[in-house]
């Protein structure tokens, strides 16, 4: 958990302290002479380069398992500290920015992954929750705040102390069970898992459910050669509807993580407080932003105690958007920059970030992390991931320009549609997922009903697996 946790802020300070750079630079004195367009590729990049992040982790996960893939994810950000900090020209500083980008993409990609196999059903909500968006909201926040008081490059410095630490820890982990099985290491699996749940009933037969899974899958595919089982698990997939479920069920997710503006704000927060305040003292403002995104994110642990995934995400994600179409409309009719009015649209800002990121955030990421059956886990959020960096990537690139030609109020108007569309097809779409074991969610996708794992019978899940009887020459061809 301190892993996951210390890889998060890492991921988070990441952006932080870019949103003091990229204020910094443009302000600058003639040490780095940088253009706007250079500003917005140095702010953009890091969300279209993450694809490749994914890719990597996604190969090496599959090889050398779950914590080393950490470890290796690291790296890139590391190099890119050093290379930020000791950068005097804008080459040397969008290189540092293609490093980065893969290191949060492999460590967004990885942290989906743990929490769905490290954490038992029963807590794997709260504890992405935790670690994954408040950790990141953390480091945001330290980037931002260090930002307005540090030079950038120092703040860069800053940056490795977590990076070595998210590096070092998961070194010290067990290797994950669900990884184990899938390799068919099911005695390592049993052990590790027994060390990683408390012991009881129920985990006994979450285990015994994950053996029989895995088991049955691998006697489906035993006649291929080890190195094209993938290769044919996800050729199966594609003929199948509930991997297309799976597909258009993340991609409405991911769309309304972009247009809800987290990576936007994270990314240009420092920019966008001075032009809707019109003030570059905004150190007040900047601690009441983020740590109401803090504090939002921190109570949507109680209330994903409380609630259902889906009582929860409708209500906040709908009074979010009502309240940035709001703020929207405080900036159109009210553009004046008196005291009064810059705290009435923090305010707003702030209490906007507050419902998101106590709902619908930790809602849709928490889903992310179990809806993708363990064959095609890597394939599926690495392409989703793919399509999602490019998305991120032009609102990032485009944002400056479409500040300037249609305002604050235009670009938060935009969002708030995107963000409805979405919510309607996930209103239809989206299951309900809380308490279920990953087994149990990959078993409903495929039936539209779930499995009940009291009484489990090996020709129930052959039946519920769909696995048929075939050939080993059928199997081949």
Excluded at 110 to 118: A, C, D, P
Excluded at 207 to 223: A, G, M, N, P
Excluded at 245 to 267: D, M
């Amino acid at each position: 958990m301190v892993g996951i946790a210390v890889s998060s802020l890492s991921d988070g300070f990441i952006f932080g302290q870019m949103s003091g750079m990229l204020d910094a630079l443009h302000n600058a004195d003639g040490s780095l002479t940088l253009d706007s367009n250079d500003l917005s590729w140095i702010a953009s990049t890091i969300n279209v380069t993450c694809f490749i992040g994914l890719a990597i982790v996604g190969v090496v996960t599959e090889i050398f398992g779950r914590k080393k893939a950490v470890t290796i994810a690291t790296i890139p950000v590391i190099i890119s500290w050093i290379m930020t900090y000791t950068a005097h020209n804008k080459t040397v500083l969008i290189i540092s920015r293609l490093f980065a980008g893969i290191s949060y993409g492999g460590i967004l990609f990885i942290s989906y992954i743990n929490i769905g196999e490290y954490m038992s059903p029963n807590i794997r909500f709260m504890s992405f929750n935790m670690l994954v968006c408040v950790g990141s909201l953390v480091g945001t926040m330290l980037g931002h705040m260090l930002s307005v008081i540090m030079d950038w490059r120092n703040v860069a410095l800053v940056g490795l102390i977590p990076s070595l630490l998210s590096a070092a820890i998961p070194l010290f982990w067990v290797e994950s069970p669900m990884w184990l099985a899938g390799k068919g290491r099911f005695e390592e699996c049993e052990k590790n898992f027994r060390l990683l749940r408390t012991p009881g009933e129920h985990a006994e037969q979450e285990l015994k459910l994950l053996i029989s899974v895995e088991k049955d899958k691998k006697t489906k595919y035993r006649q291929i050669k080890s190195n094209l089982v993938i290769l044919s698990m996800l050729k199966d997939a594609f003929k199948k509807r509930y991997f297309w479920k799976i597909f258009f069920l993340s991609l409405p997710i991911n769309i309304y993580k972009v247009a809800a503006g987290r990576v936007l704000f994270s990314t240009l927060s420092i920019t966008i407080l001075q032009g809707i305040t019109g003030t570059s003292d905004i150190l007040l403002f900047t601690l009441t932003t983020n740590g109401f995104a803090v504090f939002g994110a921190c109570i949507s642990c109680l209330l994903l105690r409380r609630f259902k995934m889906r009582q929860l995400l409708f209500p906040t994600a709908f009074l979010a958007n009502i309240c940035l179409i709001i703020f929207g409309l405080v900036l159109y009719l009210k553009p004046d920059k008196d005291e009064v009015f810059n705290w009435v649209k923090i305010l707003l800002l702030a209490t906007y970030l507050v419902i998101v990121g106590a709902g619908p955030y930790p809602v849709l990421e928490s889903i992310l992390t179990e809806i993708n059956p363990l064959e095609f886990k890597s394939f599926n959020i690495f392409t989703i991931g793919v399509i999602t960096g490019v998305i991120q990537f032009l609102a990032i690139k485009l944002a400056s320009d479409m500040f300037l030609v249609i305002g604050y109020h235009g670009v938060f108007f935009i969002n708030a549609f995107i963000t409805f569309l979405c919510l309607v097809y996930l209103w239809f779409f989206l299951p309900e997922t809380k308490g279920k074991t990953l087994q149990e969610i990959e078993l409903y996708l495929k039936n539209n009903h779930y499995y009940v794992s009291d009484n489990i019978k090996q020709e129930q899940m052959k039946e519920l697996l769909n696995i048929k009887t075939m050939a080993a020459c059928d199997l081949n061809a």
